[in-house]
T-cell receptor
Framework: GAVVSQHPSWVICKSGTSVKIECRSL??????MFWYRQFPKQSLMLMAT?????????EQGVEKDKFLINHASLTLSTLTVTSAHPEDSSFYIC???????????FGQGTRLTVV | AQKVTQAQTEISVVEKEDVTLDCVYE???????LFWYKQPPSGELVFLIR??????QNEISGRYSWNFQKSTSSFNFTITASQVVDSAVYFC??????????FGDGTTLTVKP
C-alpha cells in the first residue's frame, strides 16, 4: 500500500510565529493533495485542495493568506501556518491522491499547539 | 455534495459485549470508496477497512465485521466481543473518485472492563 509521511507529528509554537508541516507521498506521485483540520472533539474538515504546480483551492472560512500551501512536486506538499494564534491549535492531516481511480491515504497527522 | 452521518455520538458497552457503529452516506457519484478509521487518544487515524462502491461483499476481520448495503446507503461496523483497547473514536468516511474525503462526526466508543 501507499505510504504517506507527515512531519512533524506534533509541534508547540509561540503565538505569532509560523509553522511548516510537510507531507510526502512515498509510493506514488500525488497529483492532488488534500489538507484536513480537526479541532478537539470534532470531525476532520477539509481545508484546502492543491494540485501540483497550481494554486490551492480553499474551503469556505479558511484564510488562504494564513494557511499557505505549496505543492511544488508530485511527492511533497507543505502547509505553513503563518502568524499562528492559539485558535489555530488543531490536528492537521494531509491526504495525497493520484490521478485516475483512487483511494484515500492519510498522513499520520500533526498536532499543533500554539501558546 | 457528499454527506456522512454517524448518528451515534457516544456508545458505552461492557467488555465482551458486541457493538455496532452505524454509518449512512449520501453521494451522487457512482464510484466512491467507504472507509472506517479508528482514532485513539494519540490522534493518528488508524485505517480499518476500505470498500469501493462496486463491492458489496461483507467482510470479517477477526473481531471486526462490516456490512455494506447500497440499497440503504449504509456501511455499518460491528465489533464482536469488545475489549477495553477498542475504546476510541471511530470515523466513517466517504471518498470520491477524485480523492476528496468527507468524514462523519465520529462515534466515541467506551468499553468498560
Amino acid at each position: 500500500g501507499a505510504v504517506v509521511s507527515q512531519h512533524p507529528s506534533w509541534v508547540i509554537c509561540k503565538s505569532g510565529t509560523s509553522v511548516k508541516i510537510e507531507c510526502r507521498s512515498l509510493d506514488f506521485q500525488a497529483t492532488t493533495m488534500f489538507w484536513y483540520r480537526q479541532f478537539p472533539k470534532q470531525s476532520l474538515m477539509l481545508m484546502a485542495t492543491s494540485n501540483e504546480g497550481s494554486k490551492a483551492t480553499y474551503e469556505q472560512g479558511v484564510e488562504k493568506d494564513k494557511f499557505l500551501i505549496n505543492h511544488a512536486s508530485l511527492t511533497l506538499s507543505t502547509l505553513t501556518v503563518t502568524s499562528a494564534h492559539p485558535e489555530d491549535s488543531s490536528f492537521y492531516i494531509c491526504s495525497p491522491a493520484r490521478s485516475g481511480p483512487t483511494e484515500a491515504f492519510f498522513g499520520q497527522g500533526t498536532r499543533l499547539t500554539v501558546v | 455534495a457528499q454527506k456522512v452521518t454517524q448518528a451515534q455520538t457516544e456508545i458505552s458497552v461492557v467488555e465482551k459485549e458486541d457493538v455496532t457503529l452505524d454509518c449512512v452516506y449520501e453521494t451522487r457519484d457512482t464510484t466512491y470508496y467507504l472507509f472506517w478509521y479508528k482514532q485513539p487518544p494519540s490522534g493518528e487515524l488508524v485505517f480499518l477497512i476500505r470498500r469501493n462502491s462496486f463491492d458489496e461483499q461483507n467482510e470479517i476481520s477477526g473481531r471486526y465485521s462490516w456490512n455494506f448495503q447500497k440499497s440503504t446507503s449504509s456501511f455499518n461496523f460491528t465489533i464482536t466481543a469488545s475489549q477495553v483497547v477498542d475504546s476510541a473514536v471511530y470515523f466513517c468516511a466517504l471518498t470520491s473518485n477524485a480523492g476528496k474525503s468527507t468524514f462523519g462526526d465520529g462515534t466515541t466508543l467506551t468499553v468498560k472492563p
